[in-house]
């Protein structure tokens, strides 16, 4: 069974800085895209950030490009997501989500599984 | 970037009825449109990928239809494990976006 757990999100000052992790089992984690995806009540769900399968190629949305940083470490089967000069718009509950189908060098964003979600909260 | 507008935002229906929910994009995606049912305080799961493929466990009353900037989710028959709120999602072009999504309550 594919299993997706986040860790690291908390309460931060806006400017502050925050790393998300997410630990993954029951696949070849290696082999699919890994993607950060957020949501809050006024904004509904946004993608964040994407990853393939090697590390190679990442994406970023307009909004959090040159803040924040996704990574993979595919020895630990887990994803990251470092966010820095954080700002109160970034307040949501952080998911990450697998990609349907394996390619180590694609990115299709196909969002399955989803994880059960960090919340983040950028307040002073 | 490329808008998704759901219709209607929100809807009161009966277990047994058939329900269909809308999706338009700003532009042409061809069939790169995603479906998800989200419950309170749980992640979105996905129903339905690339327009009309049902994700492996997804029950057959779900189906979605559609192409090019519009598309639908229709459950054909409402059970009380279905009240939520439906997702629809772009993977034409990044930056991949969402609808504002669509709850569906019980009348």
């Known amino acids: 069974e594919v299993q997706l757990l986040e860790s690291g999100g908390g309460l931060v000052q806006p400017g502050g800085s925050l790393r998300l992790s997410c630990a993954a089992s029951?696949?070849?984690?290696?082999?699919?895209?890994m993607s950060w995806v957020r949501q809050t009540p006024g904004k509904g769900l946004e993608w964040v950030s994407s990853?393939?399968?090697?590390?190679?190629?990442?994406y970023y949305a307009d909004s959090v490009k040159g803040r924040f940083t996704i990574s993979r470490d595919n020895s630990k089967n887990t994803l990251y997501l470092q966010m820095n000069s954080l700002r109160a718009e970034d307040t949501a509950v952080y998911y990450c989500?697998?990609?349907?189908?394996?390619?180590?060098?694609?990115?299709?964003?196909?969002?399955?599984?989803w994880g059960q979600g960090t919340l983040v909260t950028v307040s002073s | 970037d490329i808008q998704m507008t759901q219709s209607p935002s929100s809807l009161s229906a009966s277990v047994g009825d058939r329900v269909t929910i809308t999706c338009r994009a700003s532009?042409?995606?061809?069939?790169?449109l995603n479906w998800f049912q989200q419950k309170p305080g749980k992640a979105p799961k996905l129903l339905i990928y690339?327009?009309?493929s049902l994700q492996s466990g997804v029950p057959s009353r779900f189906s979605g239809t559609g192409s090019g900037t519009d598309f639908t989710l229709t459950i054909s028959s409402l059970q009380p494990e279905d009240f939520a709120t439906y997702y629809c999602?772009?993977?034409?072009?990044?930056?991949?976006?969402f609808g504002q999504g669509t709850k569906v309550e019980i009348k």
């Open positions: 999602q772009q993977s034409y072009s990044t930056p991949w976006t």
């Open positions: 990853i393939s399968g090697s590390g190679g190629s990442t």
């Open positions: 989500a697998k990609d349907l189908f394996q390619g180590a060098a694609a990115i299709r964003g196909w969002f399955d599984p």
């Open positions: 690339t327009a009309s």
């Open positions: 029951g696949f070849t984690f290696s082999t699919y895209a």
């Open positions: 532009q042409s995606i061809s069939n790169y």
